[in-house]
């Protein structure tokens, strides 16, 4: 498969993908604005830039799109939306899961325990229970993954599901080993992902140049 995306890695993994198979591309929206509405970084929309981001992909891809799914936060649904114009998809159906709207744990731990965004993923994945509150990669990922495979798609058809980068993050360390740092180094950037092939109980994932396959992980 040929995708145009800024991440080389993601491109090469493209190239890899298994043509007669169902295959899922998890990643996160595209560019957005900065400044919070009012506080609430819910309402930020793609920036220009994002939209012709997300454009560019849709138009590069090569196989035939398959199902849409998103987080109900608009920026999300915008991102599939315009890669699906790009690709010459007019009306998308596009499903929102709140599986797939955010991390609770993050949030949680932001609100009631002060812990920073990326003190909490930092914690995550080194298991330091001042930063997590209880809460463990494994059950951060495995609800997304859960809902990943929910839908079987096509065969030889690419399904899109659009998220956030906490999610992102979540899935590369679970299944990757991902470790960010404390202020968010090696953080995922706009439209970086995963791609999946398989079933629920024997998946293959790629990030970042790796390969790996989980069975009944």
């Given at each position: 498969?040929?995708?145009?995306?800024?991440?080389?890695?993601?491109?090469?993994a493209a190239a890899e993908l298994p043509k007669e198979a169902n295959v899922k591309l998890f990643l996160r929206h595209a560019k957005r604005f900065d400044n919070p509405v009012n506080g609430d970084y819910s309402k930020l929309l793609l920036t220009p830039e994002g939209i012709r981001m997300a454009q560019e992909i849709g138009r590069s891809i090569d196989r035939p799109l398959g199902h849409f799914y998103a987080s109900s936060v608009e920026r999300c649904r915008q991102t599939i939306r315009e890669i699906a114009h790009?690709?010459?998809?007019?009306?998308?159906?596009?499903?929102?899961?709140?599986?797939?709207?955010?991390?609770?744990?993050?949030?949680?731990?932001?609100?009631?325990?002060h812990v920073g965004w990326y003190e909490y993923f930092y914690g995550l994945q080194r298991n330091i229970p001042e930063?997590?509150?209880g809460a463990t990669l494994y059950g951060e990922a495995r609800p997304v993954v859960d809902a990943i495979f929910s839908d079987p798609g096509e065969e030889g058809q690419l399904d899109l599901i659009c998220s956030h980068d906490s999610h992102v993050v979540v899935l590369a360390s679970a299944l990757f080993g991902l470790k960010t740092g404390i202020h968010g180094e090696n953080w995922c950037g706009f439209t970086e992902g995963l791609f999946f092939a398989g079933t629920r109980e024997d998946f293959t994932a790629y990030w970042r140049g790796e390969k790996k396959r989980f069975t009944n992980w």
């Open positions: 498969m040929k995708i145009n995306s800024p991440y080389e890695e993601m491109v090469r790009g690709a010459g998809v007019e009306e998308p159906n596009i499903i929102s899961l709140e599986v797939y709207s955010g991390s609770a744990g993050a949030y949680r731990a932001q609100e009631e325990h930063y997590t509150w």
